[in-house]
C-alpha cells in the first residue's frame, strides 16, 4: 500500500522526508512525492518511479515542514500527475487508502470541474480547500465526516507551519523527534529520528507542530493516546552485505524460528486461556498468511483432532461464516495491517467468536483487536516476498496447535529445536541452480505435494510467481491426472515436494506422469532412496530429516531460493515485484 511520512521542525523537510520515504518503499513504488512549506508557500516535487527520484528534486524544495508519499497505484495509473501530494488552494495532501465515494463527492460539490489527475485522492484536498475558512482543525473535521472508506492523510496547509493528521482504517504514527515531529504510515520510516511513537486510533484528528502534538478523536474532543517505544532501529533494515533483502531475510529463517519460539513462552497461558472451551478453528490470512494457515490447519486436526478450516479473509468476510461461541478465529498476517484480514477478524470478533493474531507487528490494527497475540519473531521484513515471515508463522502455529491439544511449550520445544539448525544446513547445502535454470526457461512451473507438501507447494507457486513472473500453480500431486497433466509437455517444469515417506509412492507416480509426458521434473525431498529411482531422469534437492510436521520449515527455504534465483536469472528485482505491494491495507 502507499507509504505517507511528514515532518515538521528544524531541519530542512524535504531530506529528512525523502530518507523516511526509502525505508517506506516496500509499500508501494509507482511514484514519489514531497510537498514542503516555507515563508508561507508550498512546493512540490513528485514523479513516476521509486522512491530514488526524489533524489535530484529535494534540493529545490525549501523548508521545514513538509509530507511524502510513496505510491502503490489503484485509482489511476502510475503518471507523474497521479503521483501524491495532491494540491489545492493553501493545501497539499498524501494519502494513504481508498476513497469509496469519491465519484459521488466530486459530482455533489465539483460538479463540471475538471480535475487534475485520476486519482480517488484528490477528492480530498479539493474538499478541504473548498471547506476552509481560516479554521483547520474544523476543515479538517467537515472532510472525515463526509469521507467513506479508508484514509491516512498527512496534510499541510500555507497558513499553518505544521502537519494535520486524520486517520480511518488505515495505518498512521506520530513520531517525536530531536527537533521536530513527524507523521508516518509505520514505524521502519522514523527508525533513528523517534524513539518514541504513538499509534492512532480510527477517527483521530491530530495536528503537529515542531513542540506540540494535540490529538482529537472524531467529536473534536482531546485524546489521550500514549507513547510506546519504536522498536525499529537503523539496524534491523540495512540490507549489510546481501545484495538483496530476499536474500538477507531468507538467511534470517533460522533466527526467525528461534525467537518465535522464545516469544512463545511468554503467550502460552494467555492462549490456553482463550482457547479454553473452544472446539472448533478457522484461520484466516491472505497470500503467504493464508498458506501457512493452511499447515496450521493440518497440525490442529493432527495434534488436537479438532475441525479447523483456513479460509481466504477476503472471501471469509462475505460468505456470511458459521461461528459459535464456541469457535476460534486464528488471524494470520505479517504486517497486521492487511485490510481483509483485519476486517475479518474484526467480523468474527462481532460474531462472538474468540480472535488469536499471529503477526510480526505487535502494534498492529490486528493486534489490537485480537483477544491474544502469537509474536512471529522475524524482525522486520523488508523484501515483498514473504520469506522467514512465513516460516516463524509455521513455528508459532505448531506451538499453538500443540497448545490446543493440551502439550506445554516446553515439551514442543525438543522437537524445534534442532530447526535452526536445520534450516542453516538446508540454506547452506542446497544447490538451486538446475531447478532455477528450468523455471526460468520454462512456460510454466507447477508446485505440486500432497497433505503438508501441498500446502508448501502453493506458497512455493506464489513465490515464483511473484517475483519471477513465471506463470505458475500449486497443486496436490493427486489430482495432476485430474486435469493439469494437459498442460505439460517439453517446456513445463514440474516440483515435486516429498517429506512424508506414507505418500512417497504415492508422489513418485506423480513424477513419473510428468516424464512421460516429456516434462521435467524436480524433487525436493528428505525421504531416502529417491536419488536412485529418479537417477539420470530427474532432478533431486536433498533437504535434511526432520520431524514430518516441521518439515515445511525446510522446504520452503528451498522454494524461497527457486523463485530468488529464478527472478535473478530473468533480471527482476525480487524485492521489489512488479503491480506489489507489501502491506495491503485496501480492500
Ligand atoms: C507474500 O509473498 C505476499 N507478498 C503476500 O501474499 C502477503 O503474504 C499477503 O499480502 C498478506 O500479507 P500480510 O501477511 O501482511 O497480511
Sequence with gaps: ?????????????????????KRLEYRGYDSAGIATLSGGEIFVGKKQGRVGVLESLIGGLDGNTGVGHTRWATH???????AHPHCAGKFAVVHNGIIENFAQLKERFFCGVEFSSQTDSEIIVRLLNEFYDGDLLSALKCVADVLQGSYALAVICADFNGLAVLKKNSPAIIGYGKDGNFVASDCPALAGECSEITILEDGDIAVVSQDCVRIYDGDLKPAERGRIKNLATPASLELGDCPHYMLKEIYEVPASVERTCAGYFTVEKKVSEVLRGIDRIIIVGCGTAYNSGLVAKRYIESFARMPAEAEIAGEFRYKNPVITPTTAVIAISQSGETADTVEAAKLALSLGAKVIAVTNAPYSALTRCADAVVPVGAGPE???????????????LYLLAKTLAGVSAQASFEKLSVMPKLCIQTIENIDVSTLADMCARSDGAYFLGRDIDYAVALEGSLKLKEISYVPSEGYPAGELKHGTLALIDIRAVAVVIITDERLAGKCENAVEQVLSRKGKAVVITNVGGLEKTFEGRAEVIKIPKC????????????????????????DRDPDKPRNLAKSVTVE
Excluded at 511528514?6 to 529528512?16: D, F, H, L, M, V
Excluded at 523488508?382 to 516463524?392: D, E, F, L, P
Aim: with cysteine.
Design 76 to 82: 489511476g495509473k502510475p503518471s507523474d500527475v497521479n
Design 382 to 396: 523488508i523484501c515483498v516476498a514473504a520469506t522467514k515471515s512465513y516460516t516463524g508463522q509455521i513455528t508459532a
Design 1 to 21: 500500500m502507499c507509504g505517507i511520512v511528514g515532518y515538521t521542525g528544524g531541519r530542512k523537510a524535504s531530506e529528512i522526508i525523502y530518507e523516511g520515504l
Design 547 to 570: 520431524d514430518m510436521y516441521l518439515s515445511p520449515l525446510l522446504s520452503a527455504i528451498a522454494v524461497q531460493l527457486v523463485a530468488y534465483r529464478t527472478a535473478l536469472l530473468l
